[in-house]
């Protein structure tokens, strides 16, 4: 038996993603022989309350149990450069009088792929290590969505994680997660090219966060997830970065994988959809 705490965890609280309250994902865990568990929703932490009701239950019915506050959030490396090409392309979009708004709901291959700049951004979990960490991630989630750092999706960078990065873990994430993006973006020039932009993420998360940062590696059926392991193994060994394993999880039960599929297709983009619509109709029945 190896001991095993899942620290990458969704649930209803990331919108048209993850099913299952956290009092269904805390129950499956212990049931299940696990005696803590992370919940990190999509750029919120709106789970956050029911997490801390349903843990003080477990208390109160003798279960020793751990929960553990977290966050995916979007990333970006500098929200100036990102503000500074909003601004060019708002302008031009004032010519033509086109809306930038849409419905924010996450999309994982949008993540990967999207070649416009306003729409990239990486994933990454940040946890709270302490109450000092737990502060500093309210902070945080809070700077992600002012006005100037919020487009479809509230965003963190560098410089916001340097300033609240006292007491908080910080891990790569998924496929859409910061090595992954090193990864998609420079694949096609070979693995030299990969390595060399994975080097620069991880010296500055490192820089920032210290031994609390740590290479996040996924077993999926994805093909590209068991490549993109074997790079931040790599890097991770060349910086004396720790690993972890998780199951980034989006339902608390195996039987749920078909429920978690059709909850996705309802969403605004479909299952798998490349983009969110310009205009959505909602129409009643008479």
């Not at 392309?89 to 996450?106: A, G």
């Not at 309210?138 to 999706?153: G, M, T, W």
């Not at 720790?242 to 989006?250: F, G, K, M, R």
Request: with cysteine; hydrophobic share 35%.
């Amino acid at each position: 038996m190896i001991e095993f705490v899942n620290l990458h965890n969704h649930t209803t609280f990331s919108a048209f993603d993850g099913i299952g309250y956290p009092s269904d994902h805390m129950n499956f865990a212990y049931e299940n022989g696990c005696d803590a568990l992370a919940i990190t929703d999509h750029g919120n932490m709106n789970a956050m309350s029911y997490q801390v009701e349903h843990y003080k239950n477990m208390k109160a019915e003798g279960k020793k149990f751990k929960a553990i506050y977290g966050i995916e959030a979007y990333f970006l490396p500098s929200l100036n450069d990102w503000r500074e090409e909003y601004e060019k392309i708002r302008d031009k979009k004032k010519q033509t009088k086109k809306k930038d708004f849409k419905l924010s709901v996450e999309d994982e291959g949008e993540s990967k792929k999207a070649k416009d700049l306003l729409r990239k951004r990486s994933h990454l979990i940040l946890l709270a290590q302490n109450q000092t960490g737990l502060n500093n991630l309210f902070q945080l989630v809070s700077k992600s969505y002012e006005p100037e750092n919020f487009y479809r999706y509230p965003r963190m960078d560098y410089e916001m994680l340097e300033e609240h990065s006292e007491g908080v873990i910080c891990t790569s994430a998924c496929l859409g997660g910061v090595f992954a993006q090193d990864y998609w973006n420079n694949r096609d020039d070979g693995a030299d090219t990969v390595m060399a932009a994975m080097r620069v993420t991880a010296q500055k998360f490192k820089t920032i966060f210290g031994d609390r940062f740590y290479g996040e590696l996924q077993w999926n059926l994805v093909p590209e997830q068991h490549e993109l392991n074997k790079y931040i193994i790599d890097v991770c060994a060349e910086f004396n970065i720790d690993l972890i394993s998780t199951a980034d999880a989006h339902y608390y039960h195996p039987d749920l994988w078909k429920d978690r599929e059709l909850y996705r297709a309802l969403g605004p983009m479909g299952a798998y959809g490349d983009g969110i619509p310009e205009k959505r109709e909602i129409r009643t029945l008479a």
